[in-house]
T-cell receptor, first 115, second 111 residues
């Protein structure tokens, strides 16, 4: 089945530690996105990438880093500079075709907590 | 900066009722609007996408409308079922290909 796989489902971070969240898609989508969701709130964009080896900051990029070495993969690193990392992290992907945009498809998320 | 508001934040209805969820946005220069469903602890499932040139989209018991000039969209759910219980999120896409999300409406359909 085609889809987006996020791992791990749950992740715990110690103080001062960097952690990396995995996102893989086999939908052959061009664009990939990382969002953060806090309780009772909508999603906020962290980073997005429309092509391999290129990515742009979203609204809340501070304390996060990404890479896009392969079309299928878009890992997110939560660095020690992110002082409030506890949240639900969602990865999404979409085609880039035409001016109006294509629907974004989401993975099942990774819940990050601080030890 | 685009802002998306969803009212009400929570809604509880008896099974079988028809219901409407509301979404409003401040900047009418959008490319599309997407409605999602989110079950507890899960990712988002895309329900409907309305392009800026369209007025509505339908899928089964769901109908979404878009009025760009007034900055509003509604999601109509016909003959609600307990399995419809979830949080419903709307999101609008601007020129930067970014989605701006509302905070969602948490729907509970009582058997």
């Amino acid at each position: 089945d085609g889809g987006i796989t996020q791992s791990p489902k749950y992740l715990f971070r110690k103080e001062g530690q960097n952690v990396t969240l995995s996102c893989e898609q086999n939908l052959n989508h061009d664009a990939m996105y990382w969002y953060r969701q806090d309780p009772g709130q909508g999603l906020r964009l962290i980073y997005y990438s429309q092509i391999v080896n290129d990515f742009q900051k979203g609204d809340i990029a501070e304390g996060y880093s990404v890479s896009r070495e392969k079309k299928e993969s878009f890992p997110l690193t939560v660095t020690s500079a992110q002082k409030n990392p506890t949240a639900f992290y969602l990865c999404a992907s979409s085609l880039i075709r035409g001016p109006d945009g294509q629907p974004q498809h989401f993975g099942d998320g990774t819940r990050l907590s601080i030890l | 900066k685009q802002e998306v508001t969803q009212i009400p934040a929570a809604l509880s209805v008896p099974e079988g009722e028809n219901l409407v969820l509301n979404c409003s946005f401040t900047d009418s220069a959008i490319y599309n609007l997407q409605w999602f469903r989110q079950d507890p602890g899960k990712g988002l499932t895309s329900l409907l996408l309305i392009q800026s040139s369209q007025r509505e989209q339908t899928s089964g018991r769901l109908n979404a409308s878009l009025d760009k000039s007034s900055g509003r969209s509604t999601l109509y759910i016909a003959a609600s079922q307990p399995g419809d219980s979830a949080t419903y999120l709307c999101a609008v896409r601007g020129s930067a290909r970014q989605l701006t999300f509302g905070s969602g409406t948490q729907l509970t359909v009582l058997p």
